[in-house]
């Protein structure tokens, strides 16, 4: 029963432990959520190669358009996603065409 | 008071908020009375002729807290059909249809003609997001206009200008005219009078009602500046889907209300998407404001009355 208990514990600390490990490794988040006319994540950092999904939540039209005009989501209505995948390192500057006050930035890092 | 020596510098404007404005012209003088009481214009003597403003009909918006737009913009037409005078035509200014599709802009064109009336259009960000960026727009609305979709016209004696300021929107910015459309506006209003009332309509407002948000336009300050000179300007929009007025010299910016949905006031809230209202209350939060401009430094009088009193 004591010993029982013991594992128990264990298995939760490790788990825990675990979990942090996951968070920090693993690449920056490359899912932007848009809600309230805003990207949530304003900047995204991530290694070439890595595909960005951006996800309409809100309950508006909005667009992605890379101000350099290297990508461009057609209009996403609510629950509409856009992913484009960076092949080359770079900062990315984008906004909503149709809001363009809503600004956001991705930075592809060489691998 | 205003109504003797400053009678060129009076205007009054009475929207009837929710389903449309109706601008009435007389020397010199533009204002908007309710349509309901459209026939008391004649006996107050400024109704040489008449013209409406609808604006932001979303044509395919279907959310909180309007499921269907199209309905509300019937309601609209409707009432616009039934007016005891009949307007010379109608300002539609922008945002036609939510998403730029065609069976949006077809079932506007459909309600709208209703009505009976020319119909003379600018586009809103919205009617811009075809796969041209635009180029749906043009081809229904735009084989008279010039650039992007701008152009002018002369009524009764007022010149009506009609601008874009939603196309080629750069990132971090508000609304855009953009140097090729100011300098047809420069050369279209060169040599005309000063004493020529000059109505202007376009869809984001000319002066900036909250930078945050983008309720504004970069460059309407060199538009402004050509405008300058005349008499009487009167600059009708739409975009934030709310009555608010702003006087500037003898310049009067006024802006419309939605037949869709409300939006918060500037600043209220987090964002300026569609104001929830409970679906009892949608006709009177787009209910009927009232509201008497005296300019020369009286304060604004305005009176908000509900569309379900």
Known sequence: MFTVLIRRTSVMVAATVVTVIVGAAAPAPNVVTIGNFTFAAPVVTVPVGTTVTWVNGDDVPHTVVATDKSFRSKVLDTDERFSFTFTRAGTYDYFCSIHPHMTGKVVVKAS | ?309
């Open chain 2, 1 to 309: 008071m205003g109504d003797q020596p400053h009678r060129r510098r009076f205007l009054e404007c009475m929207g009837w908020a929710g389903t449309g404005l109706l601008w009435t012209a007389g020397g010199g003088v533009v204002s908007s009375i309710t349509l309901d009481t459209a026939q008391a214009a004649a006996s107050r003597g400024i109704q040489p002729f008449s013209f409406l403003q609808v604006s932001d009909s979303h044509i395919g918006f279907a959310k909180d807290p309007n499921p269907d737009a199209r309905a509300t913009f019937r309601e609209a037409v409707a009432k616009i059909r039934a007016l005891p005078v009949k307007p010379a035509f109608i300002l539609h200014t922008g945002d036609i249809t939510q998403l730029s599709k065609d069976q949006e802009f077809d079932d506007a064109d459909q309600i709208l003609k209703e009505a009976g009336l020319t119909v003379f259009h600018v586009p809103g960000e919205h009617d811009m997001l075809d796969e041209g960026n635009g180029a749906a727009f043009l081809a229904r609305y735009g084989k008279d206009a010039l650039g992007d979709g701008w152009y002018s016209f002369d009524h009764s004696g007022v010149h009506f200008v009609a601008l874009v300021n939603v196309k080629a929107l750069k990132a971090g910015g508000m609304g855009s005219l953009g140097a090729a459309q100011l300098t047809w506006l420069q050369n279209d209003l060169a040599g005309r009078s000063a004493s020529t009332p000059i109505v202007v309509f376009t869809h984001i407002p000319l002066w900036t009602v909250y930078a945050d948000w983008g309720w504004g336009t970069d460059d309407a300050a060199q538009a402004m500046t050509l405008l300058k000179r005349f008499g009487s300007v009167t600059v009708l929009n739409g975009h934030i889907h709310q009555v608010l007025q702003k006087v500037e010299g003898n310049v009067a910016f006024h802006t419309a209300r939605s037949t869709a949905f409300p939006q918060p006031a500037p600043g209220q809230g987090p964002a300026p998407g569609p104001l929830k209202v409970p679906a009892g209350d949608l006709h009177a939060a787009l209910g009927v404001r009232t509201v008497s401009l005296i300019r020369g430094g009286e304060p604004l009088a305005v009176v908000d009355s509900s569309l379900a009193a």
